[in-house]
C-alpha cells in the first residue's frame, strides 16, 4: 500500500510540475538554514562534553572592584594554587598553568628552515596535574615523570612533526626546544592531541618549575605574590564528588584575606575569587575564554535558532497555502477515491506521503546546498565546521527528525482538510460551504499575515543594523583614523638604539608626514588604568584612570583637538611628571572651564603629576563603551608603552599608489633594521572597522534571512492569489461581461490580500521596535531608532506583495470570460 501512495504521489508531482518545484523551493530554502545553523550551535555546544566528571570542573576566576570600577580577569594570583593544595579542603586536583604567549621557537639542528619557527602560541607552563585534569593519550613519557625536572617540555604528536619532521616519536626524546632565544626546554614526552572539541588548544606544556628557576622568566612567575593578578595565570579545580562549589569558593577567599589583608589606603576596593564551572567557559562574555581560542555567544546561538525556526515555518506556511490552493483541482479525485471506497485516514496517509516526499527532495537539496552556504558565511562560521559534515552520526538523526517534523507541520491541515470533503458535495462542484469555508478562509489568511510579520520584522532589523554600523564607522571619534599607519617594534628591541634608527630611515620617506611613537591608538581593545587622587583642599577624588601613553606628535597625528593648556614635551619627564587629561576626567574633578584644570597637581602612583593640558574627549574603545577619564603622557622605562609607530601619511591623489611607495619603503627599512621578524602593518581605520565585526557579521546574516524571508512570503502569497484566483474565477468572468475593467478586478482581487499584509505591519511594528531598543542597549552611543524605518519596511513590503499579486491578478483580469463561465 505505501508503495502504491508514492506511485501516485510521483504521479500527481509530474501533473503540477511548478506547484512541486515551487513547494521544493520554499522548503529547502528553510531546511538549508535549519541545517546549517544546526552545524553551528551543535559544534558550539558541544564543547569540552568530553571530560570524565566535568561538572565537577571549574576555573578560578578573580573580581575585583576598583575606585569604584567594577572588573573581571579570567587569572588568578599566582601564589594561590600551592595554597590551595595546602590548605583548602574538597579539592581533587590542582591544575595550574602560565600562557607563554607568541614566540619564536628555535629548533638547534632541527630540519626546519633556519632553525626557526615563528609566531608560536599554544604554549603553557604546567605540571602533571594539568594531565591529570585533562585526558591525554601518552605516546612516549608519563603524567608523573615528563614535568617533574625544570626546562623538561611535553610536545603533542602534531607539533612534535612540526619540530622534528624527520624523527620518530622516541628518536625525539631528549631533544633540544628552544622558546623566544632564552628558555631552554628538552623534549621529555609526547602526548595525541585532543581530538574532541576543546578550548584547551595547548601543545607545548613546559613544566611549571621552570618559572621559578629560570633566569629569564623569574620575573613574570610571582610565585609568592598575592597581589597581581595577570590573566595569564590560569587555575583550574576538580572538586571531590561531595564538595560544594560554593564553600570552596568560600574557602579561596578567606585564603586570599589571610595572605593579602585589605590595607586602610584601599579602603572601598574589593578583590575575591570565582568558580566558573567549565561548561560556561566556551560561553564566556565576562572573563573571556581560554587564549587563541574563540568564544560563542550563546545570545547570538539562540538567534540563530529563531532565525532558522521562522525560515521553517515560512517555508511551512508556504506549503500549506499552496496545497489549499491546489485543493479544487484534487476535489473530484477525492470524491472519486472515498466512493471507490477509501477511508479517511488511507487519504491522510496518502497527503502526508506526498508530503513526505517533497520535505526529502527539499532534504537533499538542502544537503547539496551546505557546502555553498558554509562557504558563503566563511568569515564568520567556525573553522571547526568543515564540509565533512555529513560524518557526524548525530546529523543524520537530526535530518530525520526534521523531514518527520516538517512533513507534520507541512502537511497535516491540508491532509485533514483534503480528506474531509464529502464525496457527493465533491461530484456536485460544491466543494466548501458554510462555516468549513470560513474557517479555511482565516486560517489561510492568518498563515498569511504570520509569514509577513516575520518578513517585515527581518526588514526592520536589518535597516536598523545596517543604519548603526554607519552610524558607528562615520561618527566623529574625537579623532583622525584614515591615512595612519599603526607598527609594532620587536618588543626585545624597544629602548635599544635600533628603534631610534628605525625612526631616522622612515622620517625621510617623503610620503610620511609625521610620526608618532608610544603606546595604543587612541581607540583600541587594550586598557590601562590606575587609581588616581585629585586633592584640592576641601574635597578628595578618587578616580580610576585610563592612560594612553604618548610624545609630543601623539595629538598632532591623530588630530585630538586641545581645549586648554599644551601639549607634551619630550622634558614633561623630569620631577614628577605632567600629564594631559581629557574633559571627562576635567568635569569629574570639578572644573566647567577646563583651563581652570591647568596647573592643578594629581596624587598619582605616590608622585604628584601636574595637569599641562585638557583634550576635547574621544572614544577610548567603540562605542560599546562609554568616554572615561583619560591621562596622556610619556612613558618612562616601560618597554609595552613605547614600541608602537603611529606613521600619518600625506594625502594620497585620486588614483595613486603613494602609500603603496610609502608602506613598501618603511618595510624595505624593517628588514634592513629587524631582520629577523617579520613586518606587520595596520591601516587604523580598518581597525576601527573590526570593533564591528560582530555586527557586520549580524548585518550580512539578517540580509540573507530578509531576502529568504521575502522570497518564501511572496511565494505563500502567490499561493493565496492562485487559490482567490480560482475560487473566483465564474465571479470574475460575470464581472467582465458586465463591464468590469481589467484594473478594477485587479483592485478587486488584491484588496483583501493587502489589507492582510497592513494588518502585519500593525502587529510588528511594536514588536520590532521593543526588539531594536533590546538590542540598542549593547551601545553607549547609538543611532535614532527613526520612523522611516519602519514606513520604509512597511512600503517595500508592499510593493513587493503587489509585483506578486500582480503576476496572478493580471492573468485573470485580462482571461476571456466567456472561458471561465464556460468551464464553471
Known amino acids: 500500500m505505501i508503495k502504491n501512495y508514492f506511485k501516485i504521489a510521483f504521479r500527481g508531482f509530474r501533473k503540477h510540475k511548478l506547484f512541486t518545484l515551487i513547494n521544493v523551493v520554499g522548503l529547502s530554502i528553510g531546511i538549508s538554514a535549519a541545517l546549517v545553523i544546526y552545524l553551528i550551535v551543535h559544534f558550539d555546544f558541544t564543547f569540552d562534553k568530553f571530560h570524565k566528571d566535568s561538572d565537577r570542573i571549574f576555573r578560578v576566576t578573580t573580581d575585583?572592584?576598583?575606585?569604584?570600577?567594577?572588573?573581571?580577569?579570567?587569572?588568578?594570583?599566582?601564589?594561590?594554587?600551592?595554597?590551595?593544595?595546602?590548605?583548602?579542603?574538597?579539592?581533587?586536583?590542582?591544575?595550574?598553568?602560565?600562557?607563554?604567549?607568541?614566540?619564536?621557537?628555535?629548533?638547534?639542528?632541527?630540519?626546519?628552515?633556519?632553525?626557526?619557527?615563528?609566531?608560536?602560541?599554544?604554549?603553557?607552563?604546567?605540571?602533571?596535574?594539568?594531565?591529570?585534569?585533562?585526558?591525554?593519550?601518552?605516546?612516549?613519557?608519563?603524567?608523573?615523570?615528563?614535568?617533574?625536572?625544570?626546562?623538561?617540555?611535553?610536545?603533542?604528536?602534531?607539533?612534535?612533526?612540526?619540530y622534528f619532521p624527520k624523527l620518530n616519536y622516541e628518536d625525539m626524546i631528549g631533544k633540544q626546544v628552544i622558546y623566544d632565544d632564552s628558555v631552554k626546554t628538552t623534549v621529555s614526552g609526547i602526548v595525541e592531541p585532543l581530538k574532541e572539541r576543546t578550548d584547551?588548544?595547548?601543545?607545548?606544556?613546559?613544566?611549571?618549575?621552570?618559572?621559578?628557576?629560570?633566569?629569564?622568566?623569574?620575573?613574570?612567575?610571582?610565585?609568592?605574590?598575592?597581589?597581581?593578578?595577570?590573566?595569564?595565570?590560569?587555575?583550574?579545580?576538580?572538586?571531590?564528588?561531595?564538595?560544594?562549589?560554593?564553600?570552596?569558593?568560600?574557602?579561596?577567599?578567606?585564603?586570599?584575606k589571610k595572605h593579602d589583608p585589605p590595607k586602610p589606603e584601599s579602603k572601598g576596593n574589593t578583590q575575591g575569587f570565582h568558580l566558573q564551572p567549565l561548561e560556561t567557559i566556551h560561553f564566556d562574555q565576562v572573563y573571556g575564554g581560554m587564549d587563541g581560542v574563540r568564544t560563542a555567544n550563546k545570545t547570538t546561538l539562540y538567534g540563530l535558532l529563531v532565525i532558522?525556526?521562522?525560515?521553517?515555518?515560512?517555508?511551512?506556511?508556504?506549503?500549506?497555502?499552496?496545497?489549499?490552493?491546489?485543493?479544487?483541482?484534487?476535489?473530484?479525485?477525492?470524491?472519486?477515491?472515498?466512493?471507490?471506497?477509501?477511508?479517511?485516514g488511507q487519504l491522510i496517509l496518502q497527503f502526508l506521503s506526498e508530503t513526505f516526499l517533497i520535505t526529502l527532495f527539499a532534504v537533499v537539496v538542502s544537503v547539496a546546498l551546505a557546502p555553498v552556504i558554509l562557504k558563503l558565511?566563511?568569515?564568520?562560521?567556525?573553522?571547526?565546521?568543515?564540509?565533512?559534515?555529513?560524518?557526524?552520526?548525530?546529523?543524520?538523526?537530526?535530518?530525520?527528525?526534521?523531514?518527520?517534523?516538517?512533513?507534520?507541520?507541512?502537511?497535516?491541515?491540508?491532509?485533514?482538510?483534503?480528506?474531509?470533503?464529502?464525496?457527493?458535495?465533491?461530484?456536485?462542484?460544491?466543494?466548501?460551504?458554510?462555516?468549513?469555508?470560513?474557517?479555511?478562509?482565516?486560517?489561510?489568511?492568518?498563515?498569511?499575515?504570520?509569514?509577513?510579520?516575520?518578513?517585515?520584522?527581518?526588514?526592520?532589523?536589518?535597516?536598523?543594523?545596517?543604519?548603526?554600523?554607519?552610524?558607528?564607522?562615520?561618527?566623529?571619534?574625537?579623532?583622525?583614523?584614515?591615512?595612519?599607519?599603526?607598527?609594532?617594534?620587536?618588543?626585545?628591541?624597544?629602548?635599544?638604539?635600533?628603534?631610534?634608527?628605525?625612526?631616522?630611515?622612515?622620517?625621510?620617506?617623503?610620503?610620511?608626514?609625521?610620526?608618532?611613537v608610544g603606546g595604543a591608538p587612541p581607540s583600541s581593545g587594550n586598557t590601562n588604568s590606575t587609581t588616581v587622587t585629585y586633592k584640592d583642599g576641601k574635597k578628595e577624588v578618587k578616580t580610576d584612570l585610563q592612560q594612553k601613553f604618548a610624545d609630543e606628535n601623539y595629538l598632532k597625528v591623530y588630530q585630538i583637538k586641545l581645549l586648554a593648556g599644551r601639549n607634551l614635551r619630550p622634558t614633561d619627564t623630569t620631577g614628577g611628571g605632567a600629564v594631559v587629561i581629557n574633559n571627562t576626567y576635567a568635569k569629574i574633578l570639578g572644573f566647567r572651564n577646563p583651563a581652570d584644570a591647568i596647573g592643578k597637581t594629581l596624587d598619582y602612583n605616590d608622585k604628584k603629576k601636574e595637569i599641562i593640558g585638557v583634550t576635547a574627549d574621544f572614544y577610548q574603545k567603540s562605542l560599546h563603551s562609554p568616554i572615561k577619564p583619560l591621562a596622556i603622557l610619556?612613558?618612562?622605562?616601560?618597554?609595552?608603552?613605547?614600541?608602537?609607530?603611529?606613521?600619518?601619511?600625506?594625502?594620497?591623489?585620486?588614483?595613486?599608489?603613494?602609500?603603496?611607495?610609502?608602506?613598501?619603503?618603511?618595510?624595505?627599512?624593517?628588514?634592513?633594521?629587524?631582520?629577523?621578524?617579520?613586518?606587520?602593518?595596520?591601516?587604523?581605520?580598518?581597525?576601527?572597522?573590526?570593533?564591528?565585526?560582530?555586527?557586520?557579521?549580524?548585518?550580512?546574516?539578517?540580509?540573507?534571512?530578509?531576502?529568504?524571508?521575502?522570497?518564501?512570503?511572496?511565494?505563500?502569497?502567490?499561493?493565496?492569489?492562485?487559490?482567490?484566483?480560482?475560487?473566483?474565477?465564474?465571479?470574475i468572468g460575470v464581472r467582465k461581461v458586465l463591464g468590469a475593467t481589467v484594473a478594477q478586478i485587479v483592485t478587486l482581487l488584491s484588496t483583501e490580500l493587502i489589507w492582510l499584509i497592513v494588518l502585519a505591519f500593525v502587529l510588528v511594528t511594536p514588536l520590532a521596535y521593543w526588539a531594536m531598543h533590546k538590542w540598542m542597549e549593547n551601545f553607549a552611543d547609538r543611532t535614532n531608532i527613526s520612523w522611516w524605518i519602519f514606513a520604509l519596511s512597511g512600503s517595500g513590503m508592499l510593493m513587493a506583495a503587489l509585483v506578486t499579486l500582480s503576476f496572478q491578478t493580471i492573468k485573470a483580469a485580462i482571461a476571456n470570460p466567456v472561458r471561465s463561465l464556460r468551464s464553471e
Not at 123 to 139: A, G, R, S, V
Not at 228 to 252: C, G, H, Y
Not at 683 to 701: C, G, M, R, V
Request: charged share 15%.
Open 308 to 344: 532558522a525556526a521562522f525560515l521553517l515555518i515560512l517555508g511551512c506556511i508556504n506549503f500549506i497555502n499552496l496545497t489549499t490552493a491546489q485543493a479544487s483541482q484534487r476535489a473530484k479525485e477525492i470524491g472519486i477515491r472515498k466512493t471507490m471506497g477509501s477511508t479517511r
Open 64 to 162: 575585583y572592584s576598583f575606585a569604584g570600577e567594577v572588573g573581571h580577569n579570567s587569572g588568578v594570583t599566582m601564589a594561590l594554587p600551592a595554597a590551595a593544595r595546602t590548605e583548602a579542603t574538597g579539592i581533587d586536583i590542582v591544575a595550574p598553568f602560565y600562557i607563554y604567549g607568541e614566540t619564536t621557537v628555535l629548533i638547534p639542528n632541527g630540519a626546519v628552515a633556519d632553525n626557526k619557527i615563528k609566531k608560536q602560541d599554544g604554549i603553557i607552563f604546567t605540571d602533571e596535574q594539568y594531565f591529570n585534569l585533562i585526558n591525554y593519550k601518552w605516546i612516549s613519557g608519563s603524567a608523573k615523570t615528563s614535568l617533574k625536572a625544570p626546562n623538561q617540555v611535553v610536545l603533542t604528536s602534531t607539533q612534535a612533526k612540526i
Open 200 to 256: 584547551f588548544a595547548y601543545h607545548d606544556f613546559i613544566s611549571y618549575i621552570s618559572g621559578s628557576t629560570d633566569h629569564y622568566l623569574k620575573d613574570n612567575f610571582e610565585l609568592a605574590q598575592w597581589g597581581n593578578t595577570n590573566s595569564a595565570s590560569q587555575l583550574f579545580i576538580k572538586l571531590s564528588a561531595k564538595a560544594s562549589a560554593s564553600q570552596v569558593e568560600k574557602q579561596l577567599n578567606v585564603m586570599l
Open 377 to 516: 558565511f566563511a568569515s564568520f562560521i567556525p573553522e571547526g565546521i568543515k564540509v565533512n559534515y555529513l560524518q557526524q552520526p548525530d546529523l543524520f538523526i537530526f535530518l530525520f527528525v526534521l523531514v518527520v517534523l516538517v512533513s507534520v507541520l507541512s502537511g497535516f491541515y491540508p491532509a485533514l482538510m483534503l480528506s474531509g470533503y464529502k464525496p457527493v458535495d465533491v461530484l456536485k462542484n460544491q466543494v466548501q460551504s458554510g462555516s468549513s469555508k470560513s474557517r479555511n478562509a482565516w486560517l489561510r489568511k492568518s498563515l498569511t499575515v504570520t509569514q509577513f510579520v516575520i518578513a517585515q520584522f527581518f526588514i526592520m532589523a536589518t535597516i536598523l543594523v545596517s543604519k548603526q554600523i554607519y552610524y558607528a564607522l562615520h561618527k566623529d571619534l574625537g579623532f583622525k583614523k584614515d591615512a595612519i599607519v599603526n607598527i609594532s617594534t620587536p618588543f626585545k628591541q624597544i629602548n635599544t638604539n635600533k628603534q631610534q634608527v628605525f625612526m631616522n630611515k622612515i622620517s625621510a620617506i617623503p610620503q610620511i608626514e609625521m610620526i608618532s
Open 634 to 731: 610619556i612613558p618612562v622605562n616601560n618597554k609595552w608603552n613605547n614600541r608602537t609607530f603611529h606613521i600619518a601619511l600625506k594625502a594620497q591623489t585620486a588614483g595613486g599608489d603613494e602609500w603603496k611607495k610609502a608602506i613598501a619603503a618603511v618595510e624595505k627599512a624593517w628588514k634592513n633594521i629587524y631582520p629577523e621578524d617579520d613586518f606587520e602593518y595596520n591601516f587604523y581605520d580598518e581597525n576601527i572597522a573590526k570593533f564591528y565585526t560582530a555586527e557586520q557579521n549580524t548585518s550580512k546574516l539578517l540580509t540573507w534571512a530578509t531576502g529568504l524571508s521575502i522570497f518564501i512570503s511572496c511565494l505563500g502569497l502567490l499561493g493565496l492569489a492562485i487559490y482567490t484566483t480560482t475560487q473566483r474565477t465564474k465571479e
